[in-house]
């Protein structure tokens, strides 16, 4: 998908600060009047971020975004006859919240399923830790029947199990262009680590009043 | 819980596997043979589960931290724009953080570059959020959403409307850690560092 190979290509390295600038201001020339209006305030700020760059987005492995230890997945599949009134209605049954299955996955951080186009396709969003392969091998080995009972609404899925499961995924995975996470650099391990040390700290400063 | 409303809820559980069942008997081969294993965890998700809340006007929202879905339709000549954008500032918005309830964020171009998914993770409810947007990065949010088809602008008193018709409410809405604001995972942060240089001093 061409999506991704722009990403790996990024902007051009040897473009100084300005020249970023400058392309930026050639891009919104022909925009709306509120766009033009709005890079006229922002400037300033672009300009320190373009000289002084935040940490690039990275590639999560074979697809993907990732800034940081955080990567994201962006799936859109087209559902099978039947199967989003199946899937939606499985949902339902389970309030919408997929918790006991889905903290088995120790480096899920958020997830979402959302039905597009009227029934017809299905979102399928995650930010994850690391890289692609190993979150996926952690699902395939940690709740495959999940997997199944869900995806099994999804047009030509071959099966958790099937040699050809990560081809379809990368198939219908598109790579996000921009990618943003309030604390990249902490897995979930850590936040649970920080969890742990917090509750101590609160009862070992309770114990010293 | 009491026996009789223990056996309710053991009732229900039943009702919704047997539920289930009926809805996959009409499933591929590989669902219905997934379902069969799956049962047993089945019946302590239905008995666990909580349920997804909402964010407000629009939106899914688990535990403190919401989702916003929306995919929008992309203005002639708007995805140039946005792509090129994107790409100078290499993926990258510094500027969100001032956002200060914002987890994460998400742009993906959809078919051939005529939408754009938004996706993102947030704390709390919906207005509160989107006014947060609106007074903290006004500017940054014309200049991505000015490519989009029909954008009233940030401070448009329609803005809010406009929104919750290009957004979806998730089906199901998944956090690990669900009571973790972004402040107090600042907060948990600054407690981990502070305790290890503590643990460093007392060492020397």
């Not at chain 1, 009972?149 to 999804?154: I, N, Q, R, V, Y």
């Not at chain 2, 200049?143 to 008193?157: A, K």
């Amino acid at each position: 998908m061409s999506t991704q190979t722009q990403m790996a290509a990024g902007p051009d390295p040897d473009l100084s600060a300005e020249q970023k600038i400058q392309q930026i201001r050639e891009l919104f020339a022909d925009a709306p009047e509120v766009g033009k209006r709005a890079l006229e305030n922002v400037l300033k700020e672009l300009s320190a971020q373009v000289s002084e760059p935040p940490p690039p987005i990275e590639s999560a492995g074979r697809v993907g975004a990732r800034l940081g230890k955080r990567s994201e997945l962006t799936i859109i599949v087209p559902l099978v006859p039947g199967g989003a009134k199946r899937l939606r209605t499985f949902l339902q049954l389970l309030g919408g919240n997929l918790s006991p299955g889905a903290t088995k996955v120790g480096t899920l951080h958020d997830m979402r399923f959302v039905f597009l186009d009227n029934d017809t396709r299905l979102l399928f969003a995650t930010s994850f830790d690391g890289d692609w392969d190993t979150y996926i091998d952690d699902f395939v080995a940690l709740i495959p029947d999940y997997l199944d009972l869900m995806d099994s609404a999804w047009e030509g899925w071959p099966g958790i199990r099937s040699p050809e499961a990560k081809d379809y995924l990368i198939k219908h995975q598109i790579t996000a262009e921009g990618w943003f996470v309030a604390n990249p650099e902490l897995s979930l391990a850590e936040i649970e680590r920080l969890k742990r040390i917090g509750k101590a700290t609160d009862e070992f400063l309770d114990k010293i009043q | 819980m009491q026996p009789q409303t223990q056996l309710d809820h053991d009732r229900i559980v039943e009702q919704k596997i047997q539920k289930v069942k009926e809805l996959y008997a009409d499933a591929p081969e590989l669902g219905r043979a997934a379902l069969e294993k799956g049962i047993p965890d089945l019946k302590r998700e239905m008995a666990a589960a909580t349920g997804a809340q909402s964010a407000g006007r629009v939106g899914a929202r688990q535990g403190k931290v919401s989702e916003l879905t929306g995919i929008l339709p992309i203005a002639e000549g708007g995805a140039k724009r946005l792509r090129g954008l994107l790409e100078l500032l290499e993926g990258n918005f510094k500027g969100a953080d001032a956002v200060g309830t914002l987890h994460d964020m998400r742009f993906v171009f959809l078919d051939n570059d005529t939408k754009l998914l938004f996706a993102t993770a947030y704390d709390g409810e919906w207005n509160a959020y989107i006014d947060d947007f609106v007074t903290k990065i006004p500017n940054a949010l014309d200049l991505l959403f000015c490519n989009i088809e029909g954008w009233p602008g940030i401070h448009d008193p329609n803005v809010k409307d406009w929104l919750v018709k290009h957004q979806t409410t998730a089906a199901a809405w998944y956090v690990a850690s669900p009571n973790l604001t972004v402040a107090e995972t600042r907060r948990l942060e600054r407690i981990g560092k502070a305790l290890d240089e503590f643990l460093d001093k007392i060492s020397e």
